[in-house]
C-alpha cells in the first residue's frame, strides 16, 4: 500500500492542508519502512510510535478543524464532529489491540487500513465540503 499527497486531497485552507500533509507523512514512513519485515522489536516500537503520534496529532488537527467550524457556524457541524469521534473510536479499538497483542501483521494493516483509508474518504469528502463553505464565508 502507498500513500502519497495529491493535489486532489487540497482543501484550500492552508493550516488543514499542512495538518493533512504531516499525518500522509507519518504514515507513508511506517509505510515505506517495510514494517511487515522488520524485526519484532523494532516493528513494535514503529507502530506505536505511529500509534501515539496519530492519538496526539490527530487530536489536535481535529480541534483545528472544529474550531475553524464553529467560528464559521459551519451547520453541518455535528456530523462532522461524529466522523471525528468514529475515527477516534476506531483508533482506540487499534491501540488497545496493540497493547494486548503487539505489532501482529493483523494489526499492522488494520493500522495502515484504517488511518489511509479513512483519512482520504474524510479529506476528500467531509474535509473539502467545510473548507468550501468557509471559503464561501469570507
Known amino acids: 500500500m502507498e500513500i502519497m499527497w495529491?493535489?486532489?486531497?487540497?482543501?484550500?485552507?492552508?493550516?488543514?492542508?499542512?495538518?493533512?500533509k504531516e499525518i500522509f507523512a507519518r504514515i507513508s514512513t511506517l509505510i515505506s519502512a517495510d514494517i511487515?519485515?522488520?524485526k519484532a522489536e523494532d516493528r513494535e516500537v514503529a507502530l506505536h510510535k505511529l500509534l501515539r503520534f496519530l492519538g496526539g496529532y490527530v487530536i489536535d488537527h481535529f480541534k483545528t478543524?472544529?474550531?475553524?467550524?464553529?467560528?464559521a457556524h459551519?451547520?453541518?457541524?455535528?456530523?462532522h464532529k461524529k466522523e471525528h469521534m468514529e475515527f477516534l473510536k476506531?483508533?482506540?479499538s487499534?491501540?488497545?489491540m496493540f497493547e494486548k497483542e503487539g505489532a501482529t501483521d493483523l494489526i499492522v494493516t488494520a493500522t495502515q487500513n484504517q488511518a489511509v483509508d479513512w483519512l482520504i474518504k474524510h479529506i476528500k469528502g467531509t474535509d473539502q465540503k467545510v473548507t468550501?463553505?468557509?471559503k464561501s464565508k469570507k
Open 90 to 92: 476506531s483508533y482506540s
Open 74 to 79: 459551519y451547520p453541518e457541524y455535528d456530523e
Open 6 to 20: 495529491h493535489e486532489s486531497l487540497e482543501t484550500g485552507v492552508e493550516k488543514i492542508d499542512s495538518q493533512h
Open 36 to 38: 511487515e519485515n522488520m
Open 132 to 134: 468550501a463553505f468557509l
Open 65 to 71: 478543524e472544529e474550531e475553524f467550524m464553529t467560528k
Open 94 to 96: 487499534l491501540v488497545r
